[in-house]
């Protein structure tokens, strides 16, 4: 099993910087890949960033926040995954989920993420 702990939500006005956190740990050697996913009031889930685990640590993003979000990884005894999110809009506010991808999927239980305009 993997846990996630995410951390660095919280209250922000428009064009501000936030940085998220996500520790994993368990069998972090069973990681192919780590992002952050998001949802607003009303709207489904949608893939924020990801990054591969591997030595290679490729990267995808959302178009919406190319640009503004930057995903990094820290591997060690544990795995830690980054988001930092600058110039932030009010449509960035959601409940923003870790992710771990295993053989099955792992999510983190979410921290909020509001920008007030």
């Known amino acids: 099993q993997v846990q996630l702990a995410e951390s660095g939500g919280g209250l922000v006005q428009a064009g501000g910087s936030l940085r998220l956190s996500c520790a994993a740990s368990?069998?972090?050697?069973?990681?192919?890949?780590m992002g952050w996913y998001r949802q607003a009031p009303g709207k489904q889930r949608e893939l924020v960033a990801r990054?591969?685990?591997?030595?290679?640590?490729?990267?995808?993003y959302a178009d919406s926040v190319k640009g503004r979000f930057t995903i990094s990884r820290e591997n060690s005894n544990t795995v830690t995954v980054y988001l930092q999110m600058n110039s932030l809009k009010p449509e960035d506010t959601a409940v923003y989920y870790c992710?771990?991808?295993?053989?099955?999927?792992?999510w983190g239980q979410g921290t909020l993420v509001t920008v007030s305009s």
């Open positions: 368990g069998r972090v050697f069973s990681i192919r890949a």
């Open positions: 992710n771990a991808d295993t053989v099955v999927e792992h």
């Open positions: 990054i591969s685990i591997s030595r290679g640590g490729s990267t995808i």
